[in-house]
């Protein structure tokens, strides 16, 4: 039987080793690190629950659902509580309730009548269709206006990528977005007539996606994956080479000080950008994983803070809260964790998750624990009247936190491309080439089984010249 190598145990990694040996094939995963789930963690502690990076996943396919259903995890996933739709912006420096409808739009007091109007033209702009690739920030200012750009587009992307709306490709970081305007000329007519073919696809926006997690956390999904895959995880392994051979794959690995090669029939690379950079890739057409190492992952920390109820003025019914840069504060955004999902903090008290750093402040995500604390504490005294001092803290620094889809990214994803019509049995999956979500990571995992699979029912009926895309 033909076997797959998958180097790193993120969400790709294991989901997509979950599904190939529920299919049958034998299939090993390489993990350098102690533990899988990459950016997935969880922490139960004092009575609180910190999730260490991402706290939900959008249901945006419903090849997520049928992920959890297949896992065994339907009774165990959480939704959030129905009086935590509320997501709020934060404008003069205070956190105002996005709207939920045309009218709420009209009346909100977070964009002024400029903005409105902005909106009310929109359909009337012409649509640009040449084809050059342009930044989110030039795209908002040309078909809406700067205000939208520096008052929800910013915080927004804050959000999303930690970035750059000067430096982030719309066609690249937001093809969706940019879809519209190429097929209906207008987001506005787009949001409205795209909405039929959304849903004959089976897809939902992100925007109105359904959010969940698990009843100990997101890290219940790639713990209870592990388990599945059981010996065929192996932790603490490096890879370090990759040898294109006449009958597959030949796979160097590092563990325990050892050096062994492994032989296997297809690879599917599901780790980061950078460490895929540190492969070496022995090929017969001479391709190099080196181009990778451009790919810009900014520094981002995340702060878990817990309060009594009683000291945080803010209802903190909600979402969470976006900061825009002008604003002036330093961190990102903040969740509101605890009135999300249950469990997140004891009776009586809340649980806040914060984010410092990105591409705006970068130099800030690795200042030392307790300063990072402070520094958000003081922003929320502001922004959310908090007073006293925290009573649970943690915080996690992420060096490499988040891809980067800039500006000419698509020379990456042409290099995958390309690499993989060159090297046969050899794929890319995961955060650096289908989306920076858990779900579009889950998606991205389903996805690459089914590639993977055509490709070793070719090799079996004696085609292995076959180019497969």
């Known amino acids: 039987m033909k076997s797959v190598a998958i180097i790193g145990g993120g969400i790709t990694g294991l989901t997509a080793a979950f599904y190939l040996k529920r299919r049958g094939v034998p299939v090993t995963v390489y993990e350098a690190s102690e533990r899988v789930g990459g950016a997935i963690q969880s922490l139960a502690r004092d009575g609180y629950l910190a999730e260490f990076g991402p706290n939900t996943i959008l249901e945006t396919s419903p090849k997520i659902a049928a992920l959890v259903c297949d896992a065994g995890l339907a009774e165990r996933r959480r939704d959030p509580d129905p009086k935590a739709e509320a997501r709020y912006v934060v404008r003069y420096r205070r956190p105002i309730e996005m709207p939920g409808s045309p009218l709420g739009f009209f009346t909100t007091k977070l964009f002024t009548a400029s903005a409105k109007w902005a909106v009310l033209c929109e359909p009337f702009r012409p649509a640009r269709r040449d084809g050059v690739e342009?930044?989110?920030?030039?795209?908002?200012?040309?078909?809406?206006?700067?205000?939208?750009?520096?008052?929800?587009?910013?915080?927004?992307?804050?959000?999303?990528?930690?970035?750059?709306?000067?430096?982030?490709?719309?066609?690249?970081?937001?093809?969706?977005?940019?879809?519209?305007?190429?097929?209906?000329?207008?987001?506005?007519?787009?949001?409205?007539?795209?909405?039929?073919?959304?849903?004959?696809?089976?897809?939902?926006?992100?925007?109105?996606?359904?959010?969940?997690?698990?009843?100990?956390?997101?890290?219940?999904?790639?713990?209870?994956?592990?388990?599945?895959?059981?010996?065929?995880?192996?932790?603490?392994?490096?890879?370090?080479?990759?040898t294109q051979t006449v009958k597959g794959w030949l796979v160097d690995i590092r563990a325990n000080g050892q050096e062994t090669r492994v032989e296997h029939s297809a690879v599917i690379c599901a780790n980061t950008a950078f460490k895929l950079a540190e492969l070496r890739l022995v090929t017969q057409q001479s391709l190099s994983f080196k181009s990778f190492s451009d790919i810009r992952y900014p520094?981002?920390?995340?702060?878990?803070?817990?309060?009594?109820?009683?000291?945080?003025?803010?209802?903190?019914?909600?979402?969470?809260?976006?900061?825009?840069?002008?604003?002036?504060?330093?961190?990102?955004?903040?969740?509101?964790?605890?009135?999300?999902?249950?469990?997140?903090?004891?009776?009586?008290?809340?649980?806040?998750?914060?984010?410092?750093?990105?591409?705006?402040?970068?130099?800030?995500?690795?200042?030392?624990?307790?300063?990072?604390?402070?520094?958000?504490?003081?922003?929320?005294?502001?922004?959310?009247?908090?007073?006293?001092?925290?009573?649970?803290?943690?915080?996690?620094?992420?060096?490499?936190?988040?891809?980067?889809?800039?500006?000419?990214?698509?020379?990456?994803?042409?290099?995958?491309?390309?690499?993989?019509?060159?090297?046969?049995?050899?794929?890319f999956a995961g955060h650096y080439r289908d989306g920076i979500s858990l779900g579009d990571c889950i998606v991205s995992g389903v996805n690459i089984v089914e590639r993977a699979e055509k490709y070793l029912a070719a090799v079996t009926r004696n085609a292995p010249s076959l180019k497969f895309k």
């Not at 698990?214 to 932790?235: C, H, I, M, N, S």
């Not at 800039?406 to 049995?425: C, Q, V």
């Open 134 to 242: 342009e930044s989110i920030a030039d795209f908002v200012k040309r078909r809406l206006n700067q205000e939208f750009l520096d008052h929800a587009i910013d915080a927004l992307v804050a959000g999303i990528y930690a970035g750059d709306p000067n430096k982030l490709s719309v066609q690249q970081a937001f093809p969706k977005l940019a879809a519209l305007e190429e097929k209906y000329g207008s987001l506005i007519k787009g949001q409205i007539f795209g909405a039929r073919d959304r849903k004959k696809r089976g897809e939902v926006a992100k925007d109105r996606a359904p959010k969940f997690s698990f009843d100990d956390g997101l890290q219940v999904l790639p713990d209870t994956l592990r388990d599945y895959l059981g010996e065929a995880v192996r932790l603490n392994t490096t890879v370090t080479k990759l």
């Open 299 to 427: 520094p981002v920390a995340s702060v878990v803070l817990g309060f009594r109820r009683e000291d945080v003025a803010h209802p903190c019914q909600g979402f969470g809260m976006l900061i825009p840069k002008i604003e002036g504060f330093k961190i990102l955004g903040t969740i509101f964790s605890s009135s999300l999902f249950p469990n997140r903090a004891p009776a009586g008290y809340l649980t806040l998750t914060s984010y410092i750093g990105g591409e705006r402040y970068p130099e800030l995500a690795s200042l030392p624990p307790q300063n990072l604390c402070n520094l958000t504490c003081a922003d929320l005294r502001v922004l959310l009247g908090v007073k006293d001092k925290p009573t649970f803290q943690h915080t996690v620094y992420w060096p490499k936190a988040i891809p980067q889809y800039n500006l000419g990214y698509s020379r990456f994803r042409d290099l995958m491309t390309d690499i993989e019509t060159k090297a046969p049995g050899l794929f």
